[in-house]
């Protein structure tokens, strides 16, 4: 090997440990996005609730609020207690296609709905007569608007198929901040990707990560004394197991009842 050959090698060896370091120290803070993908087709059945106003939607057992000022619109639905996995499957979002039933709009290949509600049991009746969201039963209980969209509200109830679908959301995870000065209770909105929140972590600007527990629906809370700190927090995702970081996402002078937004989501 020549003198020049020999530079070369160590050079190039060189800058190959200064990228790892790099691709180490970056790591720390955010892993390599990593695409949600289309599930399989099932089947399943949805009814609606409400009317052509959507407006009993708005709220919802995973506390998004009016669905309307917070993006979510009236393309949702409540999903039966098997889909909604103790509220981790809130912001997960569906294709839903109405199939072998006479009320179906021809031509429609489907609609996109994001869960944000849940549909209890009912067990004063029969799974099959009334009790659709009894479990062990896979049902959509859709806004109205969204049922409209593939069949005649007539219907009452129709068959479907369904799969689960990457978010589209325009912008950044945004944070709801409730609580007091001794603890923090957080509703994660704008969720892209898989939709869904398996993990989280907050840290001011003078603590470390804390970890934060899952309250109900899209909300996560911490029990510590955060005021006068700028926050940021780090999520990671229930399907995909994506973690992302947002960083300072609130001020120092941060108040409860404030909506936070950030420039970072998942894909």
Same mark, same amino acid.
């Given at each position: 090997?020549?003198?020049?050959?020999?530079?070369?090698?160590?050079?190039?060896?060189?800058?190959?440990?200064?990228?790892?370091?790099?691709?180490?120290?970056?790591?720390?803070?955010?892993?390599?996005?990593?695409?949600?993908?289309?599930?399989?087709?099932?089947?399943?059945?949805?009814?609606?609730?409400?009317?052509?106003?959507?407006?009993?939607?708005?709220?919802?057992?995973?506390?998004?609020?009016?669905?309307?000022?917070?993006?979510?619109?009236?393309?949702?639905?409540?999903?039966?207690?098997?889909?909604?996995?103790?509220?981790?499957?809130?912001?997960?979002?569906?294709?839903?296609?109405?199939?072998?039933?006479?009320?179906?709009?021809?031509?429609?290949?489907?609609?996109?709905?994001?869960?944000?509600?849940?549909?209890?049991?009912?067990? *004063?009746?029969?799974?099959? #007569?009334? %009790?659709?969201?009894?479990?062990?039963? &896979?049902? @959509?209980?859709?806004?109205?608007?969204?049922?409209?969209?593939?069949?005649?509200?007539?219907?009452?109830?129709?068959?479907?198929?369904?799969?689960?679908?990457?978010?589209?959301?325009?912008?950044?995870?945004?944070?709801?901040?409730?609580?007091?000065?001794?603890?923090?209770?957080?509703?994660?909105?704008?969720?892209?990707?898989?939709?869904?929140?398996?993990?989280?972590?907050?840290?001011?600007?003078?603590?470390?990560?804390?970890?934060?527990?899952?309250?109900?629906?899209?909300?996560?809370?911490?029990?510590?004394?955060?005021?006068?700190?700028?926050?940021?927090?780090?999520?990671?995702?229930?399907?995909?197991?994506?973690?992302?970081?947002?960083?300072?996402? *609130?001020?120092?002078?941060? #108040?409860? %009842?404030?909506?936070?937004?950030?420039? &970072?989501? @998942?894909?």
């Amino acid at each position: 090997m020549t003198s020049f050959d020999s530079w070369s090698f160590n050079f190039f060896s060189m800058t190959l440990a200064t990228l790892a370091i790099i691709v180490s120290k970056s790591s720390v803070t955010v892993a390599l996005p990593i695409e949600f993908r289309p599930s399989p087709w099932s089947l399943a059945h949805a009814t609606f609730y409400g009317d052509e106003t959507a407006s009993e939607t708005l709220g919802g057992a995973c506390g998004y609020g009016n669905l309307f000022s917070n993006g979510y619109g009236t393309d949702t639905a409540a999903l039966s207690t098997t889909l909604f996995n103790n509220g981790f499957a809130c912001g997960t979002c569906y294709q839903i296609k109405c199939v072998e039933s006479n009320w179906c709009y021809p031509g429609v290949p489907f609609t996109t709905v994001t869960a944000t509600n849940l549909c209890p049991p009912n067990w *004063a009746q029969d799974s099959n #007569n009334g %009790g659709w969201c009894n479990p062990p039963r &896979v049902h @959509f209980d859709m806004s109205k608007p969204a049922f409209m969209k593939i069949a005649q509200w007539k219907a009452g109830i129709v068959p479907v198929m369904y799969r689960r679908v990457p978010c589209v959301r325009p912008g950044g995870l945004r944070f709801y901040f409730q609580g007091n000065g001794y603890w923090l209770l957080v509703y994660v909105m704008n969720v892209g990707g898989g939709g869904d929140i398996a993990q989280m972590w907050v840290k001011g600007s003078k603590t470390g990560w804390i970890s934060m527990s899952h309250n109900w629906g899209a909300t996560y809370q911490a029990f510590a004394t955060l005021g006068g700190q700028s926050l940021s927090f780090k999520i990671t995702s229930y399907t995909s197991k994506e973690t992302i970081i947002a960083w300072d996402v *609130a001020p120092a002078n941060w #108040n409860v %009842g404030s909506t936070y937004t950030t420039d &970072v989501n @998942f894909h």
